[in-house]
């Protein structure tokens, strides 16, 4: 699978690059606050540590308008693709370390079902704020590689409207994106093989299982 950057045209229909922050105190924050385990992946919606820093009111009001956000983060290790979800509102990604992202855009979603073969890769460079668009269907960060050899892991903040990813509310589906619901604000599509199709989640992906290590 070729990778591409961020900063390449073909990222431009999945989301942007946002300039002129400061996001310093952030990974510094990440690096000293945050676990990151050697061998899967944690997720916290929302970090105290990091919405006290001065970036959460400048995302606030400049990124998001005004609206209520969280910060959280995403931490650990994995190569895989696994699932893709998107959300309503656009969500950052700000990398303490080196990342690839795993993209999809929704409008290729039918009724439930998306061939991976329609997923791209986009390295995004610590340091930098990733907007990803509620058009993109995303899910965990991957490790970057350094000369072929895949990194110990990956530091991300995760930044998304306030309450998106907590209690998933208890709904009577009309249509088929109300069985995708996994989460506040999350709509789910996992492969066949990855756990969240295990604990129920809607199994909308058809190829491989992308793995970046294998590509």
Not at 83 to 111: F, M, Q, W
Request: hydrophobic share 35%; proline share 5%; with cysteine.
């Amino acid at each position: 699978m070729k990778i591409k950057t961020v900063f390449s045209k073909a990222f431009a229909q999945y989301g942007a690059v946002l300039d002129g922050y400061d996001v310093s105190a952030l990974v510094k924050t990440l690096g000293q606050s945050t676990p990151c385990p050697k061998d899967a992946t944690v997720y916290e919606p929302s970090e105290k540590s990091l919405e006290s820093l001065p970036l959460m009111k400048q995302l606030t009001d400049n990124a998001y308008g005004g609206m209520p956000i969280q910060i959280g983060y995403c931490n650990g290790f994995n190569t895989k693709l696994s699932c893709l979800e998107y959300h309503r509102g656009s969500e950052l990604n700000i990398p303490a370390t080196d990342i690839i992202l795993l993209l999809a855009k929704k409008s290729d979603v039918k009724n439930g079902m998306l061939n991976t073969k329609k997923v791209e890769a986009f390295y995004a460079p610590a340091g930098t704020v990733v907007q990803i668009y509620e058009t993109t269907l995303h899910y965990a960060p991957c490790c970057a590689f350094d000369n072929g050899k895949v990194n110990e892991g990956f530091r991300v903040a995760i930044v998304l409207p306030r309450d998106t990813n907590t209690e998933k509310p208890q709904i009577t589906s009309y249509n088929t994106e109300d069985k995708l619901l996994w989460a506040k604000n999350k709509w789910l599509i996992a492969h066949p093989i990855s756990n969240e199709a295990k604990q129920g989640a809607f199994i909308g992906l058809t190829g491989k299982n992308i793995d970046l290590q294998n590509e």
